[in-house]
């Protein structure tokens, strides 16, 4: 448990540092020539620079930033002037909804797929899926996303081209909503999925053809037991433990991910909204969104070091 | 149903990836009830043996026949393998492997649940029942496999395969890794569960006295096949195959006095088995033969071997020998009727007061003086009286003689190179210039400066220990089969004496030469020699094995050796005629 406080507190002062180790600052960003905003003056910067306060000295803007934390309060984006956390939670539960349907369904259908492929190694459908699911991996995910919306929103007109639901969509009844909202979802969530799957199914399929070389999985033979008990009792169930850890840290790559993608759906997510902060250099919000991200890989990360320990009593103390 | 042995292997082999050869050609049968113990080296093939008895491996690998009742397990169907597995034979694998992630008991009762629909309660109660009849302390069931001790891991393995009530069960290394005590415990259990359930038994195993205790027939593995194949006190008490005879006396047990010895040469690599037998680069007595015919297995003394010469034969065989000197006055009956035989590689001592005709026996197996009665027989031929002629030639540079002194015994006009050279100048062995490589070399083996002014030294330069030395030298240079030894120590002191031991026990498994040790010195003989004779009067009064006659002798003289064997304190070795062999360390 330390430990994850103590990671959590390293990403605390990253964070803060990072996005002002970068090139050019939030005032540069928000009086841009050609923005709306454009004034000139040194005296309207600086009193901007004091109105955000990022005209003082390093250790007293973190030491500010610190104590407001403790308050539970992320401050004011510079670019909008709203709230980031009102801006996080509003936009929390689209990126909530993508990556979590795109881990599950990634996760299943690698789990699946490795299973099947390893348990029949060198068999026809091993083969298929193999191939189909590296090539799909290798392909970069925003001209995959791209090619998909070009095919299915553009041409074929079956699903919506951009967005998380269709605006002003309240009048809805509530199933005609969640139709809507998966409509939007498809898309993006299967672009998102395969470049997840392959990790999962590669590393299952690898376990499941080790497993087959194993002792027990021979004693488990040797007893005469049913092909199924062999598969997901013996096999299965031990080349389960690797791909647990790996989901969890897949986590961190699915942000990355996520952000390129919300980009190119214009889903209204959390990756839309990191992307923007970080061209304006908007301090606050790229902090409150990379300390959500954070604390939200790091507790992904100790949920699965518990679900590991249910599932391996090895490893229980 | 009734009528075929329970299980019958047939021209079994396996080959896997094209090139290893694993088992090459195995048969065999096994009725019920009956114990069988297969037993070698490591990666001589067992476990693969044991895996194709369940149809574990199939062809192409696999090639031959294995039927188990009746039910023929290569190139079988699934299911028919399934409905075979466990229920007609069990295997208890290697290190006792399980699922890590289930727990013992539900893996135990595993075979109940999953091929007999029992319920979850009723698996439960009969994994309880059976972990009580292998002594499993049932709460252990509960537990994961990581959390068992090995010998609990093996517990729970042994009663694993009982679950289905197997008329056969396989047990694949059963006592490996567990300390002596805990290993007897599961022995006298799998015995004891043996005699209850009547069910056959294949125990396979390096450990030679587990594979003893449990089984009363013996396979003798090498190489993937099956060398020696007889009834258990046979094979290890009597080995046929040099192969058997070695791998027994490499074994140490509680009653082995003398050193160990280990097999010359290593194990074949099954990727590239040698032709012919393939134990042949390490055997010391193969022919032409042996390298290119395969032998196969075929009654010899009273059991089955795959050996060309039919197993080990006696090498030297004295018959009825009787010597009397005649003297002015009296005559002296050195000897009156000694019989005695020596096999290839094997160390027999010969013991005795003095007086006893332990010299004149010695001299007249190495054919230096001709017994008044009797015959001795080098091989197939009888000791010739006279050295000359070229047979005769040919059977002297097979026995050699290693005398008391050396200093008698070695010319002290010749240099060492000469002494060790002579005979091969003598019998014109090989070309002149390569005999001083053969001198050098051997000189070498025995511990020698092979080059320099040693070589020009002559014998009264000589320490008495490096003269001995010389001496072995000149007998082995001829590649003798037969090593006859008239006391070789008893003018060198402790550290010479190990140091001459050393080298002649060496040069022994090198060359797989018989040797005959006459000495008094019990303490000495015992640790050297596999077989003891103690002779007294002219006559043996005490033949055995080392151990029995140096711990537990039967005659008046061979006690009277044992007490007056050396001992830094005088009350360290007692005799106990009936004391338990047990009581003794080796050493």
Not at chain 2, 478 to 483: A, E
Request: one cysteine or more; hydrophobic letters at 45%.
């Amino acid at each position: 448990m330390g430990a994850y406080v103590g990671t959590i507190l390293c990403l605390i002062v990253i964070n803060f540092l990072v996005p002002r180790l970068m090139p050019g600052d939030p005032i540069d960003a928000l009086v841009a020539q050609s923005s709306e905003t454009f004034m000139f003056g040194d005296d309207s910067r600086a009193s901007l620079e004091a109105y955000y306060g990022i005209d003082r000295p390093l250790p007293q803007q973190f030491g500010h930033y610190l104590v407001q934390l403790g308050r539970g309060d992320l401050g004011r984006s510079i670019a909008t002037n709203a709230p980031v956390r009102d801006e996080l939670a509003r936009r929390l539960p689209w990126t909530l909804l993508l990556i979590g349907t795109s881990l599950v369904l990634a996760t299943a259908v690698g789990l699946l797929a490795g299973v099947h492929s390893g348990w029949r190694r060198g068999r026809t459908m091993d083969r298929i899926l193999l191939v189909a699911l590296l090539a799909v991996r290798e392909f970069p995910p925003f001209l995959l996303g791209s090619l998909l919306l070009v095919v299915f929103a553009v041409k074929l007109d079956w699903l919506p081209l951009f967005g998380g639901e269709t605006p002003f969509s309240s009048s809805y009844s509530f199933f005609e909503r969640i139709v809507d909202v998966g409509q939007h979802l498809l898309l993006p969530a299967l672009v998102l999925t395969v470049g997840l799957a392959a990790g999962t199914f590669l590393l299952m399929r690898a376990g499941m053809v080790s497993e087959l070389g194993a002792d027990h999985l021979l004693l488990g033979r040797a007893k005469g037991l049913r092909e199924r008990t062999l598969k997901y009792r013996y096999a299965a169930r031990n080349a389960l433990l690797p791909v647990v850890s790996l989901t969890a840290l897949q986590l961190g790559f699915v942000v990355t991910g996520d952000v390129l993608i919300e980009r190119v759906f214009a889903y209204p997510g959390l990756g839309g909204l990191i992307f923007d902060s970080i061209r304006a250099r908007d301090y606050p919000t790229i902090q409150g969104a990379f300390l959500l991200v954070a604390i939200s890989v790091v507790s992904f990360n100790a949920l699965a070091d518990v679900l590991y320990r249910r599932l391996d009593p090895r490893t229980a103390a | 149903m009734s009528n075929h042995s329970l299980l019958e292997v047939d021209q079994l082999r396996v080959r896997f990836g094209g090139e290893v050869d694993a088992v090459r050609s195995v048969s065999f049968t096994l009725e019920a009830g009956d114990s069988l113990a297969i037993v070698g080296e490591s990666g001589s093939g067992k476990s693969t043996l044991a895996l194709c008895l369940l149809g574990l491996i199939q062809p192409p690998e696999a090639s031959g026949r294995v039927r188990l009742a009746g039910q023929e397990m290569l190139g079988q169907s699934a299911a028919v393998l399934r409905s075979r597995r466990w229920s007609t034979a069990a295997l208890a694998l290697q290190g006792s492997p399980f699922n890590p992630v289930v727990r013992v008991g539900d893996q135990v009762a595993e075979p109940l649940r999953d091929r007999r629909g029992a319920s979850r309660s009723e698996a439960r109660r009969r994994a309880g029942e059976l972990a009580a009849e292998v002594a499993l302390d049932p709460a252990l069931l509960d537990r994961y496999p990581h959390q068992l001790s090995g010998g609990e891991r093996r517990r729970a393995s042994l009663a694993m395969t009982l679950a289905l009530d197997p008329a056969l069960v396989i047990l694949d290394e059963p006592t490996a890794g567990l300390d002596p005590a805990s290993r007897a415990e599961l022995v006298e259990r799998i015995r004891a569960l043996t005699e209850q359930r009547g069910f056959a038994l294949i125990v396979i195993s390096h450990d030679l006295p587990d594979a003893a205790r449990l089984a009363a027939r013996t396979i003798v593995f090498y190489a993937g096949t099956a060398i020696e194949d007889g009834v258990t006190a046979r094979v290890m008490l009597e080995p046929a195959h040099p192969y058997s005879w070695a791998l027994i006396n490499a074994f140490p047990v509680m009653s082995t006095v003398k050193d160990l010895r280990p097999i010359r040469g290593v194990p074949p690599d099954p990727r590239a088995v040698p032709s012919g037998c393939a134990f042949h680069p390490r055997c010391t007595r193969a022919d032409d033969r042996c390298t290119e015919l395969r032998p196969e297995l075929a009654e010899s003394r009273g059991r089955l071997v795959a050996c060309h010469f039919g197993g080990l034969k006696d090498l030297l065989v004295a018959t009825n020998v009787a010597k009397t000197f005649r003297g002015a006055g009296h005559d002296v009956h050195a000897l009156c009727g000694v019989s005695l035989a020596v096999h290839e590689g094997e160390s027999v001592g010969v013991i005795g007061p003095s007086g006893s005709g332990k010299s004149t026996l010695a001299r007249i197996l190495a054919g230096h003086l001709a017994p008044d009665s009797g015959r001795v027989l080098l091989g197939d031929t009888a000791l010739p009286t006279s050295w000359r002629g070229g047979t005769a030639k040919q059977l002297r540079r097979r026995i050699q003689l290693v005398m008391q002194d050396p200093i008698d015994a070695l010319s002290p006009r010749l240099t060492v190179e000469q002494l060790v050279r002579e005979p091969l100048d003598v019998g014109r062995d090989g070309e002149p210039d390569e005999r001083g490589r053969v001198v050098a070399d051997m000189l070498e083996r025995v511990g020698l400066p092979s080059s320099g002014s040693f070589l020009s030294a002559r014998p009264h330069e000589l320490s008495g220990g490096q003269l001995q030395r010389v001496a072995l030298a000149r007998a082995l240079v001829m590649r003798p089969k037969v090593l006859v030894a008239d006391e070789p120590t008893a003018m060198l002191d402790a550290s010479e004496q190990a140091r001459l031991l050393v080298i002649l026990r060496e040069r022994q498994v090198e060359m797989g030469l018989g040797l005959v040790l006459v000495s008094h010195d019990m303490a000495l003989v015992r640790k050297m020699v596999d077989r003891i004779v103690v002779l007294d009067g002219g006559e043996i009064v005490e033949e055995g094995s080392s151990e029995q006659v140096s711990l537990r002798p039967a005659s008046i003289t061979a006690r009277r050796l044992v007490e007056a064997a050396p001992a830094l304190i005088a009350t360290s070795v007692r005799v106990h005629p009936t004391a338990p062999i047990d009581e003794w360390s080796s050493r």
